[in-house]
């Protein structure tokens, strides 16, 4: 890899990431490593640096989506995302996919489940410098109970099928989590509740004691746990199993969170989903009979969070890229604005969730990345805006004019990665509705006419 000179960022506003006032300061990079931060830093900028003027922009970290699965490759429905891709083609796709998270200004990201055994290999073939993107941390296949997750029947009653990997009993859980960390996983995650038939919402579908088959056997291996947790029991088994971070915590009640508090559990909501389909989705078709729902979830959600957040539950942002309400590079920093809204954070404080609480997914201690401090990890952004009245500005990608990961400048002069969709790669409809007689004969006796 060529080298990369020092880069020295002169005049900008700087948001460090740890909740501070912005402040005036210059900042020099080199890669990998922040040298410096303030008024004083261009004096050690060794002759060769590059020098920008960012006079009037904001400087400050990259953002760690905590919730991302770059390997699902935005598939509409369950049956795309399980059945669509074979295990090359959901390698190829997601190497296309992952350079887009950089050019959105994400310079980390955890990818707690993947299909097949993608993840692992796409995280070594970014460090490798064979794919260009953000660091990246990776399980493998989310660990699911037979009562399965959110697809219903089409998760099987053993085996693998795209993310999932359907474990039967204890001493299965156990050598299923030995095998995946064998194999390059960072995280661990199971899939705690799922959606069963005749019942509203998720429901917890593991034990206390199957939690913590999983989690000490992953822990003994220095390996952290992930939950996806979506509703109060859930969370709260989860906190006492002992897991690091839970997904959702939808439904969040005290006793669930006192549990959090007392085993220091993380937290990444993930709202971005649910309120991209809520307020969104009728502008892509999408199915609209859950959006009272969703924005029920956010509500009932939103108020014990911020108490959490209070009592100092780490929160982190996750936007759950990788679906076709999520298309990667577009929705990464929403959540930011969920957490200014909903759970009434200020900007400051979202950024640092998006940011410096981010080190926690991405397995590196406190500020030693997602802050703008000397000897933190040099992943910065720069853009035309304040952030720190308005984290909107973080989503809209033409407000970006800097990009640095590891110290190195991401070329955002280049066009937005597209392509054609793949031979069999989305679900092909005979139709969008049933052609009936009478819509054909008499359209004016069809419901709804």
Known sequence: MTATPPTLLRGGTVIDGTGAPPRPA????EPDRIVAVGPDAGATAPPDAIVHDVSGLTVLPGLIDAHCHITFGEPASNDELFFHRDPSTAALVAAFDVQKLL???????????????????LRDAIEAGLVEGPRMVSGLNALLTAAGGTAGKLIPDEGRVGYAHVVRDRDEMVRVTRQQIKRGADWIKIHVTGSLPNRRGELAVWTLDELRAVTETAHALDTPTVAHC??????????????????HASFLDEAAMAALFEAGTAVAPTFTFLANLADHGALVGAMTTQVDLFRGEIAATAEM?????????????????????????????RELEVLVDALGLTPLEAISC??????IALRRPLDSIGVIAPEAAADVLVVDGDPATDVTVLGDRRRLRHVFSRGRPVDLDRPWPERAPLPGEKVGLWSARPLTWDLVHDPSTEPGA
Request: glycine share 12%; proline share 4%.
């Open 26 to 29: 210059d900042v020099l990079l």
């Open 103 to 121: 050019l959105a200004g994400v310079t980390g990201f955890l990818d707690a489940d993947c299909v097949f055994e993608v993840g692992p290999a």
């Open 354 to 359: 998006a940011t410096r609480n981010g080190a």
């Open 230 to 247: 979506r509703n109060a029991e859930s969370t709260r088994i989860a906190a006492e199993a002992g897991v690091d971070l839970v997904l």
């Open 305 to 333: 969070l911020r108490t959490a957040y209070d009592a100092g539950v780490p929160l982190l942002c996750g936007s759950e890229s990788g679906f076709s309400l999520t298309p990667y590079g577009h929705w990464h920093a």
